[in-house]
Protein backbone atom coordinates (compact mmCIF):
# COMPACT_ATOMS: atom_id res chain seq x y z
CA UNK A 1 0.00 0.00 0.00
CA UNK A 2 1.32 3.04 -0.56
CA UNK A 3 2.09 5.60 1.87
CA UNK A 4 2.57 9.53 2.83
CA UNK A 5 5.52 10.79 3.83
CA UNK A 6 5.22 13.10 7.00
CA UNK A 7 7.55 15.72 7.59
CA UNK A 8 8.36 16.53 10.89
CA UNK A 9 6.04 13.93 11.69
CA UNK A 10 6.91 13.17 15.13
CA UNK A 11 6.09 16.85 16.14
CA UNK A 12 2.88 18.91 17.60
CA UNK A 13 0.50 18.99 14.46
CA UNK A 14 2.12 16.05 12.51
CA UNK A 15 2.08 13.22 15.36
CA UNK A 16 -1.47 14.03 15.12
CA UNK A 17 -2.11 14.04 11.72
CA UNK A 18 -0.32 10.44 11.51
CA UNK A 19 -3.09 9.50 14.10
CA UNK A 20 -5.89 10.79 11.91
CA UNK A 21 -4.61 9.14 8.69
CA UNK A 22 -4.19 5.71 10.13
CA UNK A 23 -7.67 5.72 11.14
CA UNK A 24 -8.64 6.55 7.80
CA UNK A 25 -6.93 4.20 6.24
CA UNK A 26 -3.83 5.74 5.13
CA UNK A 27 -0.24 4.62 6.19
CA UNK A 28 2.58 6.86 6.86
CA UNK A 29 6.15 7.41 7.01
CA UNK A 30 7.41 10.06 9.28
CA UNK A 31 11.01 11.94 9.22
CA UNK A 32 11.78 13.86 11.62
CA UNK A 33 15.35 15.57 12.90
CA UNK A 34 14.08 15.52 16.13
CA UNK A 35 15.29 18.98 16.46
CA UNK A 36 11.68 19.78 18.79
CA UNK A 37 10.35 16.64 19.32
CA UNK A 38 11.06 13.86 21.23
CA UNK A 39 11.69 10.21 19.54
CA UNK A 40 9.50 8.96 22.40
CA UNK A 41 6.62 9.94 20.51
CA UNK A 42 7.00 7.43 17.96
CA UNK A 43 6.61 4.16 20.53
CA UNK A 44 3.00 6.77 21.58
CA UNK A 45 1.84 7.05 18.09
CA UNK A 46 2.32 3.15 17.40
CA UNK A 47 0.39 2.62 20.89
CA UNK A 48 -2.50 4.75 19.72
CA UNK A 49 -2.54 3.16 16.05
CA UNK A 50 -1.35 -0.48 17.05
CA UNK A 51 0.85 0.10 13.94
CA UNK A 52 4.88 -0.22 13.01
CA UNK A 53 5.62 3.28 11.59
CA UNK A 54 8.46 3.56 9.35
CA UNK A 55 10.81 6.68 10.63
CA UNK A 56 13.66 7.62 9.33
CA UNK A 57 15.89 10.55 11.41
CA UNK A 58 17.26 13.28 9.44
CA UNK A 59 16.75 16.46 8.31
CA UNK A 60 14.59 17.03 4.92
CA UNK A 61 17.26 19.45 3.59
CA UNK A 62 19.40 16.04 3.20
CA UNK A 63 18.05 15.28 -0.02
CA UNK A 64 20.32 11.92 -0.13
CA UNK A 65 18.15 11.05 3.02
CA UNK A 66 15.11 12.00 1.15
CA UNK A 67 15.95 9.61 -1.93
CA UNK A 68 16.51 6.93 0.40
CA UNK A 69 13.02 7.43 1.55
CA UNK A 70 11.42 7.85 -1.88
CA UNK A 71 13.50 4.79 -3.04
CA UNK A 72 12.73 2.12 0.19
CA UNK A 73 9.01 3.07 0.66
CA UNK A 74 6.18 3.61 -1.82
CA UNK A 75 5.07 7.30 -1.33
CA UNK A 76 2.40 8.68 -2.78
CA UNK A 77 2.15 12.22 -1.29
CA UNK A 78 3.83 14.89 1.10
CA UNK A 79 2.38 15.90 4.16
CA UNK A 80 5.01 18.84 4.98
CA UNK A 81 5.17 20.18 8.83
CA UNK A 82 8.80 20.10 9.00
CA UNK A 83 10.14 23.69 10.12
CA UNK A 84 10.75 26.13 12.62
CA UNK A 85 7.76 28.01 14.28
CA UNK A 86 8.64 30.24 17.02
CA UNK A 87 8.04 34.51 15.54
CA UNK A 88 10.42 35.97 17.96
CA UNK A 89 13.21 33.62 17.81
CA UNK A 90 12.67 34.38 14.01
CA UNK A 91 13.71 37.78 14.53
CA UNK A 92 17.02 36.78 16.24
CA UNK A 93 18.44 33.70 13.91
CA UNK A 94 16.35 34.77 10.71
CA UNK A 95 18.65 33.26 8.33
CA UNK A 96 18.35 29.77 10.07
CA UNK A 97 14.27 29.71 9.69
CA UNK A 98 14.58 30.92 5.86
CA UNK A 99 17.04 28.06 5.51
CA UNK A 100 15.60 25.37 7.28
CA UNK A 101 11.65 26.74 6.46
CA UNK A 102 12.42 27.59 2.53
CA UNK A 103 15.30 24.93 2.23
CA UNK A 104 13.80 22.24 3.48
CA UNK A 105 10.87 22.97 1.33
CA UNK A 106 12.80 22.95 -2.30
CA UNK A 107 15.14 20.00 -1.54
CA UNK A 108 11.76 17.96 -0.91
CA UNK A 109 9.70 19.47 -4.16
CA UNK A 110 13.39 18.85 -6.12
CA UNK A 111 12.84 14.91 -4.93
CA UNK A 112 9.64 14.97 -5.01
CA UNK A 113 10.08 15.30 -9.03
CA UNK A 114 12.80 13.43 -9.21
CA UNK A 115 10.58 10.26 -8.37
CA UNK A 116 7.02 11.80 -9.88
CA UNK A 117 5.76 12.32 -6.30
CA UNK A 118 3.44 15.62 -7.35
CA UNK A 119 1.06 15.77 -4.15
CA UNK A 120 1.98 18.06 -1.61
CA UNK A 121 -0.09 19.51 1.94
CA UNK A 122 2.08 22.29 3.47
CA UNK A 123 1.37 23.81 6.79
CA UNK A 124 1.31 27.41 6.53
CA UNK A 125 -0.52 29.83 8.62
CA UNK A 126 -2.54 32.55 9.32
CA UNK A 127 0.26 34.89 10.30
CA UNK A 128 0.15 34.94 6.14
CA UNK A 129 -2.80 37.52 6.54
CA UNK A 130 -0.30 39.78 8.54
CA UNK A 131 -2.10 42.84 10.22
CA UNK A 132 -5.43 42.58 8.21
CA UNK A 133 -8.20 44.17 10.34
CA UNK A 134 -11.25 42.68 8.37
CA UNK A 135 -12.42 39.55 9.61
CA UNK A 136 -13.13 37.01 9.37
CA UNK A 137 -10.05 36.40 7.51
CA UNK A 138 -11.11 34.89 3.65
CA UNK A 139 -8.50 32.54 1.70
CA UNK A 140 -8.70 35.35 -0.65
CA UNK A 141 -7.98 38.08 2.12
CA UNK A 142 -4.47 40.78 1.23
CA UNK A 143 -1.50 38.57 2.46
CA UNK A 144 1.20 40.23 4.22
CA UNK A 145 3.91 39.26 6.58
CA UNK A 146 5.54 41.05 9.47
CA UNK A 147 8.44 38.99 10.74
CA UNK A 148 11.01 36.48 9.00
CA UNK A 149 8.77 33.43 10.16
CA UNK A 150 5.87 34.64 8.79
CA UNK A 151 7.97 35.90 5.47
CA UNK A 152 8.96 32.08 5.13
CA UNK A 153 5.25 31.25 4.66
CA UNK A 154 4.18 33.60 2.35
CA UNK A 155 7.26 32.91 -0.05
CA UNK A 156 6.56 29.17 0.11
CA UNK A 157 2.83 29.64 -0.67
CA UNK A 158 4.91 31.64 -3.60
CA UNK A 159 7.23 29.04 -4.54
CA UNK A 160 4.29 26.98 -4.49
CA UNK A 161 2.15 28.73 -6.48
CA UNK A 162 4.82 29.28 -9.18
CA UNK A 163 5.36 25.54 -9.09
CA UNK A 164 2.50 24.78 -10.22
CA UNK A 165 2.35 27.29 -12.74
CA UNK A 166 5.17 25.85 -14.31
CA UNK A 167 3.58 22.29 -14.14
CA UNK A 168 -0.18 21.71 -13.82
CA UNK A 169 0.50 18.25 -12.92
CA UNK A 170 1.14 19.22 -9.56
CA UNK A 171 -1.21 18.60 -6.74
CA UNK A 172 -0.95 21.19 -3.90
CA UNK A 173 -2.85 21.85 -0.42
CA UNK A 174 -1.91 24.69 0.98
CA UNK A 175 -3.47 24.68 4.99
CA UNK A 176 -3.51 28.00 6.76
CA UNK A 177 -3.61 26.79 10.25
CA UNK A 178 -5.26 29.10 12.63
CA UNK A 179 -4.64 28.54 16.29
CA UNK A 180 -4.06 24.66 17.26
CA UNK A 181 -4.23 23.81 20.89
CA UNK A 182 -5.51 20.82 22.59
CA UNK A 183 -4.20 17.55 22.39
CA UNK A 184 -5.03 13.86 21.66
CA UNK A 185 -7.74 12.19 23.92
CA UNK A 186 -5.78 9.61 24.91
CA UNK A 187 -3.35 12.05 26.81
CA UNK A 188 0.16 10.08 25.26
CA UNK A 189 0.62 12.69 22.71
CA UNK A 190 -0.10 16.71 22.52
CA UNK A 191 2.71 19.87 22.86
CA UNK A 192 5.68 19.97 24.51
CA UNK A 193 7.06 24.03 24.91
CA UNK A 194 10.38 24.47 25.25
CA UNK A 195 11.17 26.67 27.59
CA UNK A 196 8.98 29.88 28.22
CA UNK A 197 6.13 29.38 26.34
CA UNK A 198 5.14 31.90 23.89
CA UNK A 199 1.43 31.01 22.89
CA UNK A 200 -1.31 31.61 25.59
CA UNK A 201 -2.67 28.07 26.10
CA UNK A 202 0.80 25.99 26.81
CA UNK A 203 1.76 29.61 29.52
CA UNK A 204 -1.68 29.30 31.19
CA UNK A 205 -1.01 25.50 31.90
CA UNK A 206 2.12 25.91 33.19
CA UNK A 207 0.28 28.49 35.56
CA UNK A 208 -2.30 25.99 36.38
CA UNK A 209 0.72 23.94 37.28
CA UNK A 210 2.22 26.48 39.49
CA UNK A 211 5.57 26.49 37.66
CA UNK A 212 4.85 30.37 36.54
CA UNK A 213 2.89 32.51 39.26
CA UNK A 214 -0.03 34.48 36.63
CA UNK A 215 -0.75 34.70 33.21
CA UNK A 216 0.48 37.63 31.67
CA UNK A 217 -2.59 38.89 29.37
CA UNK A 218 -0.73 41.15 26.66
CA UNK A 219 -2.69 44.22 26.56
CA UNK A 220 -6.19 45.05 27.80
CA UNK A 221 -7.47 48.33 25.65
CA UNK A 222 -7.71 46.21 21.76
CA UNK A 223 -11.28 47.35 20.31
CA UNK A 224 -12.71 43.52 21.65
CA UNK A 225 -15.55 42.68 23.71
CA UNK A 226 -13.15 42.90 27.04
CA UNK A 227 -10.41 44.43 25.47
CA UNK A 228 -8.10 41.28 25.24
CA UNK A 229 -7.34 39.91 21.80
CA UNK A 230 -9.18 37.42 19.99
CA UNK A 231 -8.39 34.45 18.55
CA UNK A 232 -9.55 31.44 16.76
CA UNK A 233 -8.72 28.20 18.73
CA UNK A 234 -9.11 25.12 17.27
CA UNK A 235 -8.66 21.50 18.50
CA UNK A 236 -5.32 19.77 17.12
CA UNK A 237 -7.36 16.32 16.49
CA UNK A 238 -9.92 18.54 14.23
CA UNK A 239 -6.45 20.75 12.47
CA UNK A 240 -5.22 17.07 12.01
CA UNK A 241 -8.00 15.57 10.61
CA UNK A 242 -8.22 18.88 7.97
CA UNK A 243 -5.01 17.27 6.41
CA UNK A 244 -6.93 13.72 5.97
CA UNK A 245 -9.55 15.68 3.96
CA UNK A 246 -7.34 17.64 2.23
CA UNK A 247 -5.60 14.42 0.78
CA UNK A 248 -8.59 13.10 -0.22
CA UNK A 249 -9.56 16.09 -2.39
CA UNK A 250 -6.11 16.46 -4.20
CA UNK A 251 -7.38 12.66 -5.05
CA UNK A 252 -9.83 13.52 -6.94
CA UNK A 253 -9.55 17.20 -7.69
CA UNK A 254 -6.34 18.09 -8.72
CA UNK A 255 -4.67 21.78 -8.76
CA UNK A 256 -3.65 24.05 -5.90
CA UNK A 257 -6.16 24.58 -3.59
CA UNK A 258 -5.94 26.75 -0.27
CA UNK A 259 -7.93 26.51 2.86
CA UNK A 260 -8.35 28.38 6.20
CA UNK A 261 -8.60 26.25 8.92
CA UNK A 262 -10.36 27.15 11.61
CA UNK A 263 -13.16 27.57 13.75
CA UNK A 264 -14.51 31.16 12.72
CA UNK A 265 -15.53 31.40 16.15
CA UNK A 266 -13.15 34.13 18.09
CA UNK A 267 -12.41 33.73 21.63
CA UNK A 268 -10.52 36.52 23.81
CA UNK A 269 -7.76 35.79 26.17
CA UNK A 270 -10.16 36.54 29.29
CA UNK A 271 -12.96 33.39 27.33
CA UNK A 272 -9.93 30.81 27.10
CA UNK A 273 -8.31 31.35 30.92
CA UNK A 274 -12.24 30.73 31.78
CA UNK A 275 -12.76 28.09 29.75
CA UNK A 276 -9.26 26.56 31.39
CA UNK A 277 -10.16 27.32 34.55
CA UNK A 278 -13.54 25.23 34.30
CA UNK A 279 -12.24 22.27 32.29
CA UNK A 280 -9.15 21.95 35.23
CA UNK A 281 -11.00 23.33 38.34
CA UNK A 282 -8.40 25.25 39.12
CA UNK A 283 -7.77 29.07 39.61
CA UNK A 284 -5.97 30.99 36.80
CA UNK A 285 -4.32 34.03 38.19
CA UNK A 286 -3.55 36.82 35.80
CA UNK A 287 -2.37 40.24 35.68
CA UNK A 288 -2.55 42.67 32.97
CA UNK A 289 0.67 43.95 30.53
CA UNK A 290 1.15 46.17 28.03
CA UNK A 291 0.40 44.70 24.41
CA UNK A 292 3.13 42.17 22.92
CA UNK A 293 5.00 43.80 19.76
CA UNK A 294 3.09 42.61 16.45
CA UNK A 295 -0.12 41.46 18.00
CA UNK A 296 -3.50 42.34 16.04
CA UNK A 297 -6.98 42.92 18.40
CA UNK A 298 -8.92 40.08 16.00
CA UNK A 299 -8.41 37.03 14.26
CA UNK A 300 -10.52 34.82 13.41
CA UNK A 301 -11.27 32.40 9.76
CA UNK A 302 -14.07 32.34 7.50
CA UNK A 303 -14.18 28.30 7.33
CA UNK A 304 -16.73 29.06 4.70
CA UNK A 305 -14.57 27.56 1.53
CA UNK A 306 -13.34 24.63 3.58
CA UNK A 307 -16.47 23.31 4.65
CA UNK A 308 -18.19 23.74 1.03
CA UNK A 309 -15.16 22.74 -0.95
CA UNK A 310 -14.19 19.90 1.58
CA UNK A 311 -16.51 19.19 4.79
CA UNK A 312 -14.12 20.48 6.83
CA UNK A 313 -16.06 21.49 10.09
CA UNK A 314 -14.18 21.50 13.60
CA UNK A 315 -16.07 19.01 16.13
CA UNK A 316 -14.71 20.33 19.31
CA UNK A 317 -15.51 23.54 21.08
CA UNK A 318 -13.26 25.69 23.28
CA UNK A 319 -13.71 23.81 26.57
CA UNK A 320 -12.78 20.27 24.90
CA UNK A 321 -9.23 21.68 23.66
CA UNK A 322 -9.13 22.86 27.43
CA UNK A 323 -10.04 19.75 28.86
CA UNK A 324 -7.69 17.93 26.36
CA UNK A 325 -4.69 20.33 26.38
CA UNK A 326 -4.61 20.05 30.66
CA UNK A 327 -4.78 16.33 30.12
CA UNK A 328 -1.30 16.26 28.33
CA UNK A 329 -0.12 18.90 29.98
CA UNK A 330 -0.56 17.80 33.61
CA UNK A 331 0.85 14.50 33.16
CA UNK A 332 4.16 16.06 32.14
CA UNK A 333 4.09 18.52 35.49
CA UNK A 334 2.51 16.69 38.09
CA UNK A 335 3.52 13.25 38.67
P1 LIG B 1 6.59 21.36 15.92
O1 LIG B 1 7.84 22.11 16.16
O2 LIG B 1 5.93 20.67 17.06
O3 LIG B 1 6.81 20.28 14.76
C1 LIG B 1 7.73 20.48 13.71
C2 LIG B 1 8.58 19.21 13.62
O4 LIG B 1 9.48 19.35 12.53
C3 LIG B 1 9.40 18.96 14.87
O5 LIG B 1 9.23 17.62 15.29
C4 LIG B 1 10.85 19.22 14.43
O6 LIG B 1 11.77 18.41 15.12
C5 LIG B 1 10.77 18.92 12.96
N1 LIG B 1 11.71 19.63 12.09
C6 LIG B 1 11.98 20.96 12.06
N2 LIG B 1 12.84 21.23 11.07
C7 LIG B 1 13.14 20.06 10.46
C8 LIG B 1 13.97 19.68 9.38
N3 LIG B 1 14.67 20.59 8.69
N4 LIG B 1 14.04 18.38 9.04
C9 LIG B 1 13.33 17.44 9.73
N5 LIG B 1 12.52 17.74 10.75
C10 LIG B 1 12.43 19.03 11.11
O7 LIG B 1 5.56 22.37 15.22
P2 LIG B 1 4.01 22.21 14.95
O8 LIG B 1 3.29 23.11 15.89
O9 LIG B 1 3.64 20.79 14.86
O10 LIG B 1 3.93 22.89 13.52
C11 LIG B 1 4.00 22.13 12.31
C12 LIG B 1 3.94 23.08 11.13
O11 LIG B 1 2.75 23.85 11.22
C13 LIG B 1 5.10 24.08 11.08
O12 LIG B 1 5.46 24.24 9.72
C14 LIG B 1 4.49 25.35 11.62
O13 LIG B 1 5.13 26.50 11.12
C15 LIG B 1 3.06 25.24 11.12
N6 LIG B 1 2.12 26.01 11.94
C16 LIG B 1 2.07 25.79 13.30
C17 LIG B 1 1.19 26.53 14.07
C18 LIG B 1 1.14 26.34 15.57
O14 LIG B 1 0.61 27.22 16.26
N7 LIG B 1 1.60 25.24 16.13
C19 LIG B 1 0.35 27.49 13.49
C20 LIG B 1 0.41 27.67 12.10
C21 LIG B 1 1.31 26.93 11.32
C1 LIG C 1 0.98 33.13 17.38
C2 LIG C 1 2.08 33.50 16.42
C3 LIG C 1 1.56 33.37 14.98
C4 LIG C 1 0.97 31.99 14.73
C5 LIG C 1 -0.13 31.77 15.76
C6 LIG C 1 -0.76 30.40 15.62
C7 LIG C 1 3.35 35.15 17.71
C8 LIG C 1 3.70 36.61 17.86
N1 LIG C 1 2.51 34.86 16.71
O1 LIG C 1 0.04 34.15 17.29
O2 LIG C 1 2.60 33.60 14.07
O3 LIG C 1 0.45 31.93 13.43
O4 LIG C 1 0.43 31.86 17.08
O5 LIG C 1 0.06 29.45 16.17
O6 LIG C 1 3.87 34.29 18.41
N2 LIG C 1 -1.30 36.18 24.96
C9 LIG C 1 -1.27 36.66 26.25
N3 LIG C 1 -0.33 36.15 27.10
C10 LIG C 1 0.57 35.18 26.73
C11 LIG C 1 0.53 34.70 25.39
C12 LIG C 1 -0.42 35.23 24.53
O7 LIG C 1 -2.06 37.52 26.63
O8 LIG C 1 1.40 34.77 27.54
C13 LIG C 1 -2.35 36.69 24.05
C14 LIG C 1 -1.83 37.31 22.77
O9 LIG C 1 -1.61 38.68 22.95
C15 LIG C 1 -2.98 36.98 21.80
C16 LIG C 1 -3.53 35.65 22.31
O10 LIG C 1 -3.12 35.57 23.67
O11 LIG C 1 -4.00 37.96 21.90
C17 LIG C 1 -3.02 34.44 21.57
O12 LIG C 1 -1.59 34.48 21.54
P1 LIG C 1 -0.72 33.28 20.90
O13 LIG C 1 -1.13 32.00 21.50
O14 LIG C 1 0.71 33.68 21.03
O15 LIG C 1 -1.17 33.25 19.38
P2 LIG C 1 -1.15 34.41 18.26
O16 LIG C 1 -0.87 35.72 18.84
O17 LIG C 1 -2.38 34.28 17.47
Not at 173 to 179: A, V
Not at 321 to 330: N, P, T
Amino acid sequence: MSKVLITGGLGYIGSHTVVELYENGYETVIIDNLYNSRIDVLDKLEKITKKKISFYKGDVRDKDLLRKIFSEEEISGVIHFAGLKAVGESCEIPIEYYDNNIGSTIALIEVMKEFNVKRIVFSSSATVYGKCKVVPLKEDSPLDATNPYGRTKLFIEGILKDLYESDKTWEIGILRYFNPVGAHKSGLIGERPNGTPNNLVPYIAEVAAGIRPHVRVFGNDYDTKDGTGVRDYIHVVDLAYGHVLALKKLDEAHGLLIYNLGTGTGYSVLDVIKAFEKASNIKIPYEFYDRRPGDIATSYADPTKALKEIGFKAKYGIEEMMEDHWRFQKNLYIK
